[in-house]
């Protein structure tokens, strides 16, 4: 049974965006994925890292955490921020919504985050922060 885990913090700049996606896909490597499973991994990364630092700071300096933990064949991936919250998780679930209409946001986020990963939970309290917790199993892995 594998078991690893690892904690990067950043600020709240879009310019880590990038280094989030690279820090994660390097951690997971270690599971031996598929192009295909790595490239799912790194979107959801993107998405949950964006909307922190788009909606969760607002342009304002803060930090985003990303825990990540492997057990056998999974990446259990934590995103974190102490923004301003979602104030209807559900609501801000749903396809299409966006509460930045003026940025041009597709509000495809979480639904991005929710095909590519097994497993999404958020967490999130009005003026404390958000917390998004993926799992991906890796079907690599079961060779």
């Known amino acids: 049974m594998m078991k ?8 709240s700049k879009s310019q880590n965006e990038a280094f989030a996606r ?11 994925p598929t192009i295909e499973e790595l490239a799912d991994v790194k979107t959801a990364v993107s998405e949950a890292v964006t909307n922190a630092i788009i909606h969760g700071y607002e342009g304002k300096d803060g930090t ?12 259990e991936i934590i995103v974190e921020d102490n923004g301003k919250g979602i104030e209807d998780v559900e609501q801000a679930r749903q396809p299409l919504y966006t509460s930045k209409p003026e940025l041009e946001r597709s509000g495809m986020g979480f639904t991005v985050m929710e095909t590519f990963m097994d497993i999404i939970e958020i967490e999130s309290q009005k003026d404390v922060g958000t917390k998004v917790r993926m799992v991906k199993r890796f079907a690599s892995c079961e060779n």
């Open 4 to 11: 690893n885990s690892m904690k990067v913090e950043f600020m």
């Open 22 to 32: 690279v820090v994660v896909a390097s951690f997971a490597s270690q599971l031996d």
């Open 64 to 75: 985003v955490s990303i825990s990540c933990r492997i057990e056998d064949r999974e990446i």
